[in-house]
């Protein structure tokens, strides 16, 4: 192979390699389906044509045929009355026809057989359109299935799972501590309302006593003044 041989072939190669990625496998099948269907349709009007042939080659045969029975009684009627020279012509008529009817009776066989074969092809054709639609639905399907796979595992290439994970467990980590604060407040100001009762059930301490003895001490001051004894009348001076 020459240096522009081995060229061309790797050219060739690479083309076909594309044209094969670029096919679209549900299309294809689908093309491919419609073809066979035309081809279907073409062979139908094949069969009804040699069928139809069959039918005309059949009624030419049974005519001539039927023309050199005919022919033949008439060559028997004529030697009969002794007519020899008619004889001989209607002999000759039943000989023309009796040809013609062999003739058209191998042509009907041979017609015959191809009606046959295309019938049988027919019926193959048919036969193998029907699992060609089946396989098809399954392969569509499988496409479809392998294109939304294709799709997903592309989407989830794109995201970036460590940097969102990350991100999830930051968000945690403040969540946790607004909680924490939150709770230690809380229990902040449960602790003062706590203090708060302790000292009113505790009592006012040194500054209630103080304010204890000073009344005390009021009351004593008041008291003598109030109940100082009186001088005796009945006393002189």
């Known amino acids: 192979m020459g240096l522009f041989d081995r060229i061309a072939a790797v050219l060739k190669s690479n083309l076909n390699s594309v044209v094969t990625k670029a096919e679209d496998p549900e299309k294809m099948l689908n093309q491919t389906v419609n073809d066979m269907q035309e081809d279907l349709v073409q062979l139908r009007q094949a069969v009804a044509q040699a069928i139809a042939s069959e039918k005309r080659i ?9 023309q050199a029975n005919e022919w033949q009684r008439r060559a028997a009627l004529a030697v ?17 026809f009796s040809e013609s009817a062999t003739g058209l009776k191998t042509q009907l066989e041979q ?47 794109k995201v970036n799972t460590g940097g969102s994970f990350s991100t999830f467990e930051r968000m945690e980590e403040k969540v946790n501590e607004l ?49 100082a004894p009186k001088p005796d009348a009945d006393k002189a001076p």
């Open 179 to 227: 909680e924490a604060r939150s709770q230690a407040v809380a229990e902040l100001a449960t602790d003062n309302l706590e203090d708060q009762f302790k000292v009113l059930e505790s009592g006012g301490g040194v500054e209630d006593e103080l304010l204890a003895l000073k009344s005390q001490l009021g009351s004593q001051k008041s008291l003598p003044a109030a109940e």
């Open 58 to 66: 059949e009624q030419q045969y049974l005519q001539a045929d039927a």
């Open 111 to 157: 017609q015959r057989k191809t009606v046959a074969t295309l019938k049988t092809n027919l019926t193959g054709l048919e036969g193998k359109i029907s699992e060609a639609k089946a396989k098809k639905d399954l392969l569509v399907a499988r496409a479809r299935s392998a294109k939304a796979t294709e799709q997903i595992n592309q989407t989830l290439g």
């Open 80 to 96: 009969s009355k002794d007519n020899d020279e008619l004889a001989r012509e209607a002999l000759t008529r039943r000989k023309s």
